[in-house]
């Protein structure tokens, strides 16, 4: 049984582990005759690559991609694309703690429960590292939709958030948070720097925004295009929750409070509101679509914590080696690649059944 596989027309899968030779994915389905080179999906790698400053992980790792397989002349030929990334700063030495107890919060206990074996390098599979490969992928995906635009950023860290008073799209791509709030990010700089220096990490909360998906995309019930989205974020590394537009909050309002009143338009319905995210019945309206992902603290820290060892005895734990003090803010591109992969799929869904 496959559990490393997403999507259903536009599929890719995942492969390898933190402290392995290499990581990558399999792209399968995507459409013949598009223009494809490792020039564009480095760009997006770069963004998610460690070591670019001191408020993420020290592992450095160049995350180079090769494509080897189902590209031709520079296009896409209809077959697998394999991706390929090699890890070159791996530090097993790191973890021999690891091996002897669990880390509270880390997939170590259920990995153990589940297979009766686990990697302890990294956290092999469980290891944010996976998500590297998402990346890759993601940027085939948008290559498929070019139509559409997807942008994330960092809303909260460790509670404090930004003011969207202050929102600026350029500031997005000008600090290391992916932060729209240049007065946040100053703070953030402090907010970070003393969790990193006291052993403990932050969560973090961010934001995605995809414009240009036409109404129609998405399916009734079972693929809905929300449930997909859910699905797809849900399965990062350290995400907890997930919000499709007003989310949580609409279960506050009233219902006139949360229609989204129409007009009529030029171009279609003119929509004075977007309480639910750019999506009915999980079908895309021609809004934006609009969520939110929440991202729990590093479970890595060097703050000792209560455990046990794998044959049952108490211990205490500090996880030494090289680990982000807020593992949200290099989760703004796997968001945007995991939306991408969706927005894809759907695309080619939407396709397949009514031309």
Known sequence: MSVNTFGRMFRFTT????????????????????????????????????????????RREPDTVRILSGVFDGRTTGTPISLMIENVDQ??????????????????????????????????????????????????????????????????????????????DAQIDQNPFFCPDAEAALRWEALVDAAR??????????????TGVPAGWGAPLYAKLDSELASACMSINAVKGIEIGDGFAAAALSGEANADPMR???????????????????????????????????????????????TGEAATIATKGRHDPCVGIRGVPVVEAMVALVLADQALLHRGQCG
């Open 15 to 58: 492969w390898g582990e933190s402290h392995g030779p290499a990581l990558g994915a399999v792209v399968d389905g995507c459409p013949p005759g598009i223009a494809l080179t490792e020039a564009d999906i480095q760009p997006w790698l770069d963004k998610r690559r460690p070591g670019t400053s001191r408020f993420t992980t020290q």
């Open 91 to 168: 530090r097993s030495k790191d973890y021999s703690d690891v091996a002897k107890a669990y880390r509270p919060g880390h997939a170590d206990y259920a990995y153990d429960a589940k297979y009766g074996f686990r990697d302890y390098r990294g956290g092999g599979r469980s290891s944010a590292r996976e998500t590297a490969a998402r990346v890759a992928a993601g940027a085939v995906a948008r290559l498929v939709v070019p139509q559409v635009r997807v942008r994330a950023w960092v809303e909260t860290i460790g509670g404090d958030a930004i003011d969207p008073a202050n929102f600026d």
């Open 197 to 210: 220096k006291s052993g403990s990490s932050l969560g973090a909360v961010i934001a995605c925004e995809a």
């Open 264 to 310: 009529p338009g030029a171009d279609g319905p003119e929509f004075l509101a977007n309480h639910a995210g750019g999506i009915a019945g999980g079908i895309a309206t021609g809004q934006p679509i609009r969520l939110r992902v929440a991202f729990k603290p590093t479970s890595s820290i060097l703050t000792p914590v209560e455990t046990i060892s794998p």
